[in-house]
């Protein structure tokens, strides 16, 4: 796939890192089966993340990704305002109500520290380490190399691409707009970077040096074709593999994505208080119309108390339903294996040639 560390694949199909909904069992598929099986580790402590690197390794001896959230600094903290907190949570009571549950105290921490993740990953040697929302610290790119890891950076628009090439990372996933879950814009606001995939890939491609990975709204063999062709090295596919039986989504949330048409998926801060992209159910527009969204991590911490318990009750209405515009091209494939042969059907267009 070209570059000094290219990605240690014999099929350059890597599976998106769901944050949330990651399973071992997928990873390890993707990677079984010659791709890159990726690992979301939001949330995810130190001590979490070497159960989890323990149970892939007992699972394939094959690569794997893990992949971190970048902190961006705008991150609120449980040291901020009560009065902020105690409004966000008023504002869902209907929703807690509904499923009888207590509404929540405000934590000790939203989410593990970065700094405590990223030790975990580098002591676990994973192959690759991706990073979502921004340019990962030099001495950490750098401590990567040193263990032979390989890092990979994500980008909504050029700048970002050229930021995360000038910061030293070995691989650029592009995301277009068309992808399900969160926007990972990083230098500006992310409705401000809304490019489309067939318009993004060509352009990183040409200004970038380090090989480009094409994301958003590639579901089977044509879309892959189409990214080769437009010079990407790979690809990067998240709701195909998302739909299979192996994924940690619900029946619900499969369900919705082979429903919901191209236009049919939103994006909305409802959920996590970024922006993401995914199918609207009613807790989706009851969060919406109340006006009440609070900045994330608290938002996605809170809507998370009662997420889990309606996945757990199998109610669809009040679940968070992540998913990209190509849902409905995943419809007859919730196979696993029979995702990952569509999509490497598509691989016979060579990358374009520098």
Known sequence: MGG????????????????????????????????????????????????????????????????????RGDELSPDDSEASFAAAVEALRPVFDELSLELPDRPARYVPPFDEQIEAVLEARPAVVSFVFGVPPRPVVDAAHERGIVVVGTATTVAEGLALQEGGVDVVVGTGMEAGGHRVSFLRA????????????????????????????????????????????????????????????????????????????????????RLGRGVPNRVLREIEASGVVAPFPVQNWLTGRFRTVASERGVADLQGFWAGQASLLTRDRADAAAVFAELAAGLSVPPRAP
């Open 4 to 71: 000094v560390r290219a990605l240690p694949v014999d099929v350059p199909i890597v599976l998106g890192p769901f944050g949330g909904l990651s399973s071992v069992e997928l990873t390890a598929t993707v990677s079984e089966l010659g791709g890159l099986g990726s690992f979301g580790l939001y949330g995810y402590d130190a001590e979490r993340i070497e159960r989890t690197v323990t149970a892939l390794r007992e699972r394939t001896a094959a690569p794997f990704a893990l992949n971190l959230w970048l902190p």
């Open 190 to 273: 992310a409705e401000d970077s809304l490019v489309g995939l067939v318009a993004l890939i060509p352009q990183l491609v040409d200004a970038l040096d380090v090989p480009v990975i094409a994301a958003g709204g590639i579901a089977d063999r044509r879309g892959v074709a189409a990214a080769r062709a437009l010079g990407a090295a790979g690809v990067q596919v998240g709701t195909a593999f998302l739909r299979t039986s192996v994924s940690a989504a619900t029946a619900e949330h499969r369900a919705a994505i082979v429903s919901t048409p191209a236009d049919g998926t939103v994006l909305t801060r409802a959920m996590s208080g």
